[in-house]
């Protein structure tokens, strides 16, 4: 229980300070739009907290995601992956039913069944190999769906993206995951922290190739983690994710005129 | 009974094609710019210069890039000169291409397919296609933005996963021009030095 305390400890901590530090709101009416539109009114603190979090990467994660990379033939990560993502079904299971999506739900109790047990604890996605798809969801994403406001973008310190959102989405994952009570009812605390472990290595694994070539290629880093971060956060709240009536959000973001496609 | 099953059937399929019909033109010319990518990029035995060279006669046909870079340059595209606008078209024509380039490793044979087409906000000229990379864990949904042009498309954005390519460079290139009071200039040079950057690197 003390590793919660202490990240509750950073969260308040890292409202506060975000609270203390503002960018200054420009007053020409374009470039006001602009600021109103990539919504970080905290940018430079939240560019401190990124630098540090890049430092933090750049040494200890990127290079654990490397070894793991390095040790690991394809066929064990897509094990661990498989096994990782089982575990994550009762959290899944739960957002679901709170997102009033019963069907999705009985999908996934039916997917974490099958996957322990025929799947071996997880390694083997049958579920997935005999029609029925992962839905996976988080508490981040239920917030969204009751309607709750995104809030300001924030940068938290070994964490990441963020924004008011899913900072709460978090929380909640962290006091409201079943997997963890079963855990803790079994004296087996400390594994639920090897899995969240392993999940941040796992999952930086995998975004290493594309993480790479946007790093390479960004002018300014920052800016396209924000953007590609609230570009998915946006998506949340149009409602289905799947391909039918999704309409790419930036026309709302950006008010028509001049600066449109169709311009001159 | 059969009636039952054959109403189903066609309920089933229904939205499938009425969401299919709006743009069957523009899904075919996407289909065939993909396909001619494919098999004369992707899957060529060319060396990585012919591919890029390739690639990139395919990729500023389809592509409305003058289009993308007003759209990308924002209200900056205002105030700049035409010699600063074509500078930066070309540059950013370049780095675009090149950092597809550096992605075609990432082609494991996947499968592209196309789920249909629709208008957005019923105006004819405006058709997203889409689609979606068939990969073995989890598919990739792509999304094409075409613009029609009397009776041919282009290429305006590319959306993958929710990440558009024209907002994602949009917001990059705003934030490095607000930090440079508003230079473009200095923006064209740095792309153009990030790109000469990632040559050197490969080849050393």
């Known amino acids: 229980m003390l590793l919660k305390k202490f990240i509750l400890i950073f969260f308040c901590c890292g409202f506060y300070s975000f609270l203390i530090s503002c960018a200054a709101v420009p007053t020409d009416p374009a470039a006001r739009r602009e600021y109103e539109a990539t919504n970080d009114p905290f940018e430079p603190l939240n560019r401190k907290i990124f630098a540090f979090n890049m430092t933090l990467d750049e040494y200890v994660l990127e290079p654990a995601a490397r070894g793991y990379r390095f040790i690991t033939p394809k066929i064990v990560r897509t094990g661990v992956s498989n096994v990782l993502s089982n575990l994550s079904e009762p959290l899944t299971f739960v957002n679901n039913l709170l997102q009033f999506e019963f069907q999705k739900s009985i999908e996934t109790l039916g997917r974490f069944v099958t996957n322990s047990l025929l799947g071996i604890g997880g390694i083997f996605d049958v579920a997935s190999n005999i029609g029925v798809p992962s839905h996976k969801t988080n508490f981040s994403e239920t917030f969204a769906v009751w309607g709750f406001g995104e809030g300001p973008y924030l940068v938290i310190p070994f964490i990441g993206s963020a924004n008011v959102r899913t900072t709460f989405g978090m929380a909640a994952s962290f006091f409201d995951d079943p997997l963890y009570y079963v855990a803790k009812n079994n004296d087996l605390e400390i594994w639920y922290y090897v899995k969240e472990g392993v999940q941040v290595v796992a999952d930086r694994e995998a975004g290493l190739d594309i993480i790479d070539s946007y790093k390479k290629d960004s002018l300014d880093f920052y800016a396209t983690v924000r953007t590609i971060f609230q570009q998915n956060q946006r998506k949340l709240t149009e409602g289905d994710t799947s391909q039918e009536n999704t309409t790419p959000s930036y026309e709302f973001d950006f008010p028509a005129g001049d600066e449109e496609f169709d311009a001159e | ?204």
Do not use: C
């Not at chain 2, 990518?37 to 992707?42: C, P, S």
């Not at chain 2, 933005?145 to 990440?163: A, G, M, P, T």
């Open chain 2, 1 to 204: 009974m059969k009636k039952l099953f054959t109403f189903i059937l066609l309920a089933a399929l229904m939205p499938r094609i009425v969401f299919a019909s709006a743009d069957e033109k523009a899904v075919l010319f996407v289909k065939e710019l993909t396909d001619n990518v494919i098999t004369n990029v992707l899957e060529s035995k060319e060396n990585q210069t012919k591919k890029e060279e390739d690639f990139k006669k395919y990729f500023t046909q389809a592509l409305d890039l003058p289009a993308i870079g007003r759209f990308v340059l924002g209200r900056y595209w205002r105030s700049a000169d035409k010699e600063q606008r074509d500078d930066f078209v070309q540059v950013f024509m370049d780095a675009t291409t090149k950092s597809w380039g550096d992605r075609f490793n990432l082609y494991t044979g996947q499968k592209l397919e196309f789920l249909g087409s629709r208008l957005m906000n019923n105006n004819p000229d405006q058709i997203y296609v889409d689609s979606k990379i068939m990969d073995k864990k989890s598919p990739v949904e792509v999304i094409w933005r075409l613009q029609k042009k009397k009776d041919s498309y282009k290429i305006i954005d590319i959306i993958i996963e929710n990440v558009s390519m024209a907002l994602t460079y949009r917001n990059e290139y705003n934030a490095f021009l607000q930090s440079h009071n508003g230079d473009i200039n200095a923006l064209i040079t740095q792309i153009k030095q990030k790109g000469t950057d990632t040559r050197k690197n490969e080849e050393s």
